[in-house]
């Protein structure tokens, strides 16, 4: 079983929509938890970051951690062509311990 | 956001070629920088963890004396791939820790390596 778990997608979804990434994971010790973006053939760029359980808001971005469930989410409102990427869970332990990451789930935004 | 750069941001060279690449925090300082390999529609694969001033960390699996890292100061880590092969063809982005907000690691964009 991988640490992380993310479905790679393709999802499509068409302008305007909510979109719903998620994640799983398995070890219940990590405490920090991200969300990337990587366009094609670029590195990846930080969205968000949360501690432990519960929401955080930015802008058209909503992060959310359910540690009891081992589940987090990224939730993208009112989605835009420019969305259209790879998005890559990430977590780790602590501040200064290695990032696990998930596969990426390629979202496509169709005009 | 904080800015990290590699170079050269593609390389194409001969099998067995050494090739080096250069990651570099521009506004920020990074006591740990990291490099990863990423191939087609996969993760990132952790490769090594770079500390500034003391020798780099493998992950298991990954050949020290094929992929060399040199941590010489705070904004600059390079990785090169001595004698390289076909295999070796990847994408390698690095990222870098913010010394002063070490939840926060920015990547670089990337650098596309295909070995002929």
């Known amino acids: 079983q991988k640490e992380v778990e993310q479905d790679p997608g393709p999802l499509s979804v068409p302008e305007g929509a909510i979109v719903s990434l998620n994640c799983t994971y398995s070890?219940?010790?990590?405490?920090?938890f991200m969300w990337y973006r990587q366009y094609s053939r670029k590195g990846p760029e930080l969205l968000m970051y949360?501690?432990?359980?519960g929401n955080k808001e930015d802008g058209r971005f909503t992060a959310q951690v359910d540690k009891s469930s081992k589940y987090i989410s990224l939730f993208i409102r009112d989605s835009q062509p420019s969305d259209s990427a790879t998005y890559l869970c990430?977590?780790?332990?602590?501040?200064?311990?290695?990032?696990?990451f998930g596969t990426g789930t390629k979202l496509q935004v169709i005009p | 956001g904080a800015v990290v750069s590699q170079h050269p941001s593609r390389v194409i060279c001969k099998s067995g070629t050494s090739v080096k690449i250069e990651c570099r925090s521009l506004?920020?300082?990074?006591?740990?920088m990291f490099w990863y390999r990423q191939f087609p529609k996969q993760s990132l694969m952790l490769m090594a963890t770079s500390n500034e001033g003391s020798k780099a960390t493998y992950e298991q699996g990954v050949e020290k004396d094929k992929f060399l890292i040199n941590h010489a100061s705070l904004t600059l880590s390079t990785l090169t791939v001595t004698s390289a092969h076909p295999e070796d063809s990847s994408f390698y982005i690095c990222?870098?820790?913010?010394?002063?907000?070490?939840?926060?690691?920015?990547f670089g964009p990337g650098t596309r390596l295909t070995v002929l």
């Open positions: 070890n219940s010790a990590f405490q920090y």
């Open positions: 506004d920020f300082q990074a006591t740990t």
């Open positions: 990430a977590m780790s332990l602590g501040g200064y311990q290695k990032v696990t």
């Open positions: 949360t501690y432990s359980s």
């Open positions: 990222s870098a820790r913010n010394r002063l907000a070490a939840n926060e690691q920015f």
